[in-house]
């Protein structure tokens, strides 16, 4: 996951550390509690196959290592928090610097990784604000919650221009509704297109959707947002390895697979959506039957009742054809391209 | 992190088609709207599934619990975590203390309604309001609609709310997703029955359609 987010964050770096360096960390010490919280919060949700989200995540695990990379001049700070100390006690908003400072210590929750949490957040007082611990409460909870409305801001798409919060959450209300509905309006549509499911096949068509998730989840890429293509591969090969581990299948079988996935990759990335539909669906169900040709007959049968009418034919048509005929397609889908 | 939703999206398919199968072979729906009902059930009850602990999948497989006509559905799917769940996260309580907090919002609301009433009476049409309140009375009304969109929002406050509502778009949207797939995936293999695709890189795929139509 790191090494993904590697070539995002090496752009943002080199603008990150610049900003650390002029503000005396004093911005990122700001920003420390509620990018920790929110990386925190990041690394607990699934991550989506989304780029602004992965520009999100990477800006903020730029955060992390920023403060990191803080917790490196937080030493620094350290020496002089000391005597900010004292004019903290002196409740004078001016300091010696011109510039109010003071110390607040926060306990974060919990150490998992070092490299993600400061054991202490320095939280400065901008200039001319009041230092009591009750507005640095109130402002530490502003933080947090702006923090959380930036990461709505960018999740909600077309939020990012709008400024207030007001607005913004007007949108995510309007996203989030909107979202709901498309749930009952496409649950309406498949209740509506099978009449009749039959899931007699309902073991075998699990472990094989374990591959389709492959297809269906490149599916959902395109249709979402434009992907980072090596992005996706060595996401790709590692979804690949761990079905095909879940299938017990040959070796061979399983290289036929990792093939099968570069190349639906390189070819939805060079032909239209719609058309690679129709490629990749038989060139699903040729994997299923490559994994069926090792199972016992009988699953055969039962992918068959499966499906249904529509993909019958498909399937027939796997078990007409050996396990050879898949890897010359597989060939000619290389050379397609 | 890209792992972690990969694997979600396959959990997801498999307790959607679970729900499916267990919905169907429960009870024969007839309608339409029955089977949108139940389908819409398990893609929630996956959706929540597939994402694991959080405040709001708590809530949500409470309130699709709570319902009568869920409950056959919810007890074939979950099997004997339902017992365990409906004990936990069943507590009447705390619905009725969010219905008790939500009227003492209702007549607060209603209070101030008639107090700003009475002081425009008094003072004339208009009413002296600074524009931070007029802001932060605009952002109370829509953190109450959210609250009420975002399951499990109504007991949540400020920043926690942000952060479920947060972790619900993001999970809305994957299972939006996945249920657009699996339509496509329903209409590809039922169009591909019908009609060959015509250009030619598809001519082995074509000859298999037709080996296979020919077979039947």
């Not at chain 1, 709505?152 to 996203?175: F, M, R, W, Y």
């Not at chain 2, 007549?107 to 007029?134: D, I, T």
């Amino acid at each position: 996951m790191e090494d993904e987010i590697q070539p995002l964050l090496n752009p943002t770096t080199a603008s990150a550390s610049p900003s650390v360096a002029t503000s005396g960390a004093s911005f990122t010490a700001l920003l420390g509690l509620p990018p920790n919280r929110a990386v925190e919060l990041l690394h607990e949700p699934t991550f989506p196959s989304d780029p602004a989200l992965v520009d999100r995540a990477a800006r903020f695990s730029v955060f992390a290592a920023a403060a990191a990379a803080s917790s490196a001049p937080s030493p620094e700070v350290s020496p002089p928090p000391p005597p900010p100390e004292t004019a903290k006690k002196r409740k004078d908003g001016a300091s010696t610097n011109g510039k109010a400072k003071v110390k607040k210590g926060k306990h974060a929750e919990e150490d998992t990784d070092g490299e993600n949490k400061l054991p202490y957040v320095h939280v400065r007082a901008r200039r001319g604000q009041a230092t009591d611990s009750h507005s640095l409460a109130e402002r530490a909870r502003r933080e947090k919650i702006n923090a959380r409305m930036k990461l709505l801001q960018e999740l909600v798409p077309g939020c990012s221009k709008i400024s207030g919060t007001a607005l913004v959450l007007d949108e995510i209300i309007n996203h989030v509704q909107y979202l709901q509905r498309q749930v009952e309006y496409l649950s309406m549509r498949l209740a509506a297109v099978n009449p009749r499911i039959d899931f007699s096949g309902l073991d075998t068509f699990l472990s094989a959707t374990t591959m389709e998730c492959g297809r269906l989840t490149i599916g959902n890429a395109k249709v979402g947002t434009e992907l980072d293509q090596q992005q996706q591969q060595p996401v790709w090969s590692e979804v690949g390895v761990s079905d095909s581990d879940q299938m017990n299948s040959t070796t061979n079988s399983k290289r036929l697979q990792i093939q099968l996935q570069q190349n639906q990759l390189q070819q939805f990335w060079h032909v239209d959506f719609l058309n690679t539909q129709n490629h990749l669906q038989p060139s699903v169900w040729e994997r299923d039957t490559v994994m069926g040709s090792t199972a016992p007959h009988v699953q055969r049968e039962e992918q068959h009742s499966f499906v249904g009418p529509g993909a019958v034919p498909l399937l027939s048509f796997d078990r007409v054809n050996p396990v050879a005929p898949p890897i010359q397609s597989n060939q000619q889908l290389k050379m397609e391209l | 992190m890209h792992v972690t939703k990969e694997f979600k999206k396959k959990t997801f398919l498999k307790q959607f088609l679970l729900g499916l199968h267990v919905s169907n072979s429960i009870s024969n729906p007839i309608s339409i709207q029955q089977r949108k009902n139940s389908i819409k059930l398990s893609a929630d009850l996956a959706m929540a599934f597939a994402r694991g602990r959080t405040h709001w999948t708590h809530a949500l497989i409470t309130k699709l619990g709570q319902k009568e006509e869920n409950k056959s559905t919810l007890k074939g799917i979950l099997g004997r975590r339902y017992e365990i769940l409906m004990a936990r996260y069943s507590c009447p309580l705390l619905y009725q203390k969010v219905q008790r907090r939500k009227k003492s919002v209702r007549s607060y609301r209603f209070s101030y309604n008639a107090q700003k009433r009475r002081s425009s009476a008094l003072k004339g049409s208009c009413v002296r309001v600074s524009p931070s309140v007029v802001a932060r009375n605009l952002e109370n009304r829509r953190t109450k609609v959210l609250k009420r969109l975002v399951p499990g929002g109504e007991l949540l406050n400020g920043s926690a709310l942000l952060s479920e509502a947060l972790d619900y778009v993001i999970s809305l949207k994957a299972q939006v997703d996945m249920m657009k797939s699996l339509w496509r995936a329903t209409q590809v293999s039922s169009s591909s029955n019908v009609e060959l695709v015509p250009s030619a890189p598809l001519q082995k795929k074509d000859a298999s359609c037709t080996i296979a139509n020919s077979e039947e």
